[in-house]
């Protein structure tokens, strides 16, 4: 990593993370895209996933009776499948080709947020099996997995609270096989990895302590408008790297 980049991958990572400690999420679709302007996605993905899972283990120890459990059990059997398929493409697809589908994808989840393109009435829990497959395959591809996670969520719970808790205690068990599987392929292995790492537990850490202070003074409506407006740029200028 150039010397010059160094500022701008440290204020990704604490402004991503403290993203997350105010939503419950949103880390990944805020550090992947960001992130990938400057480091190799193949870094990038596996890098980001250790933060996250530590992130996690964080925020559900620390809020596991607010953990709605039997909504995680459904997403998780196809999830595991739809994890390996995406490992597999990330290791054989070509660098523009990943950053097209990560910037198309995160540029229809972000105006998805914008324009507020869905309802309120809770669904079927059916709805878990695509669900849980596109998180991860999508999760095991760019890192970015819950968007899926999330739209379905957000219809079957309604407490922000309890929203950012179950996302945690279920990217606990997501991100642990998405690790062993990452760790089998070689992605955590790679060169400059610690480095990284030293660098990105303190800013996480730091991340998730501010986010959590104004987590109260800020309604759920608000930060997923403010996550839209930010992933549609995001996936906008990924898609302009790609095509450049």
Known sequence: MPLESL???????LFAYCIRGIAGFGSGLIAVPLLAHLLPLKLV????LVLDFSASAT???RFRTCIQWKEIGPLLPAAAAGILLGVGLLLRLPRPS?????GAFVLAFGLRNLIKFHGNRPIS???ALPAGFAAGAIGAMFGTGGPPYIIYLSRRLQDKSAMRATFSGLFILDGGFRLLVFLAAGLLLQAGMGRLLLLGF???ALGLFVGHRVHGAISSQHMLRLIGLLLTLTGASLLWSAWR
């Open 7 to 13: 500022p701008w991958v440290a204020a990704i990572i």
């Open 45 to 48: 993905v596996p890098f980001v």
């Open 59 to 61: 925020l559900g120890g």
């Open 98 to 102: 990943l950053l097209t589908a990560l």
């Open 125 to 127: 829990r059916w709805w």
């Open 202 to 204: 303190p800013l996480m």
